[in-house]
């Protein structure tokens, strides 16, 4: 006897930009379809973003956004796409998507790239996309580590804003004192509304000024 296979529940995404020429959801959908009836699939749902860019984030993309609500809900056991490039542009959101979609057990179908999260050529991705995912993580670290030690190794105690002027700041409180608006003040002064704002707190709560 041969071996029982379950059957997949599938929700289906597709995406096209406006800038997509010969390229709309209703050719991706067919191709996906088809590898459904061939495959044995149950098709429970079908997402799509219809002129949305894949730069966008997820809040403007809302078939991709009710897509993850379904991932989190378990709703369905693989994702099917026509490309990889129909999920996003770029690497770190390919990475966001798998480990969003691995957490839930969910597997992922490419048809353009011929690849099934569900084989096990296809789970080996996974894996190394973990890696991948890592090693970003860790670069980055490093790389803030570097550059604050750099900055340091410079002479600089302290990060951040530098400290403004004291003589500045007693110039923005006279001017305060007499009534001047927080703009005139920042332009006669030729600094930031930002600082002369600061310095107006400062002297409120200090009693030296009048709120108004």
């Given at each position: 006897m041969g071996r029982q296979t379950m059957t997949r529940s599938v929700a289906l995404y597709?995406?096209?930009?406006?800038?997509n020429k010969g390229q709309t959801v209703e050719n991706q959908l067919a191709d996906l379809q088809a590898a459904a009836e061939r495959l044995g699939w149950d098709v429970v749902a079908v997402y799509r973003d219809d002129g949305i860019s894949g730069a966008k984030g997820r809040e403007k993309r809302p078939g991709f956004d009710a897509l993850m609500k379904g991932v989190a809900r378990k709703e369905f056991t693989m994702v099917a796409a026509w490309s990889v490039d129909r999920l996003g542009r770029s690497l770190r959101d390919l990475i966001n998507f798998l480990?969003?979609?691995r957490e839930r057990g969910v597997d992922l179908y490419l048809h353009k790239q011929a690849l099934d999260t569900s084989t096990t050529?296809?789970?080996a991705m996974f894996a190394l996309l973990s890696i991948f995912s890592e090693m970003e993580r860790s670069i980055l670290v490093e790389r803030i580590h570097a550059g604050l030690n750099r900055v340091r190794s410079e002479g600089v105690k302290k990060l951040g804003r530098p400290p403004t002027d004291p003589k500045v700041v007693e110039r923005v409180k006279r001017l305060l004192a007499q009534g001047t608006g927080i703009r005139p003040t920042?332009?006669?002064?030729?600094?930031?509304?930002?600082?002369?704002?600061?310095?107006?707190?400062?002297m409120v709560e200090n009693g030296d000024l009048l709120p108004r």
């Open positions: 597709v995406r096209v930009s406006t800038s480990e969003a979609i050529t296809g789970r920042a332009t006669k002064l030729k600094v930031s509304t930002g600082l002369v704002q600061r310095v107006k707190a400062e």
